[in-house]
């Protein structure tokens, strides 16, 4: 479950970096735009087309696997976890879900 925690993080950040790829791609044709039209002459280049609804999306869509592998927590064995009144319960290894918002 642990693979499964930095899977998620690793596509949430991949997502992100994605979208800052593509908003880095349509900078640099922007520039290679203007300094074609300061240089003169030569090829007509078409100006930059920039995608900022597509990396937008990608950035708002990344947090979803973000949050999801920060809300798994992974128990490490003999663990003993304070629960109800202060009444010490014990639980075996594995992974458990954060769920404190319905506390």
């Known amino acids: 479950m642990l693979a499964l925690k930095y899977l998620l993080m690793i596509a949430g950040f ?3 970096l994605a979208a800052a790829g593509i908003l880095g791609v349509d900078l640099y044709r922007e520039w290679k735009y203007r ?4 240089a003169g002459g030569g090829a007509i280049i078409e100006p930059a087309q920039w995608h900022w609804r597509t990396s937008l ?3 708002c869509l990344a947090w ?3 949050l999801l592998a920060l809300s798994i927590i992974v128990v490490p064995s003999g663990a003993v976890r304070l629960e109800g009144f202060g009444q010490p319960t014990s639980r075996g290894a594995g992974m458990r879900a954060a769920f404190s918002f319905m506390r």
């Open 35 to 38: 300094r074609a039209l300061t």
């Open 57 to 59: 999306a990608l950035a």
């Open 14 to 16: 991949g997502m992100i």
């Open 64 to 66: 979803g696997p973000i």
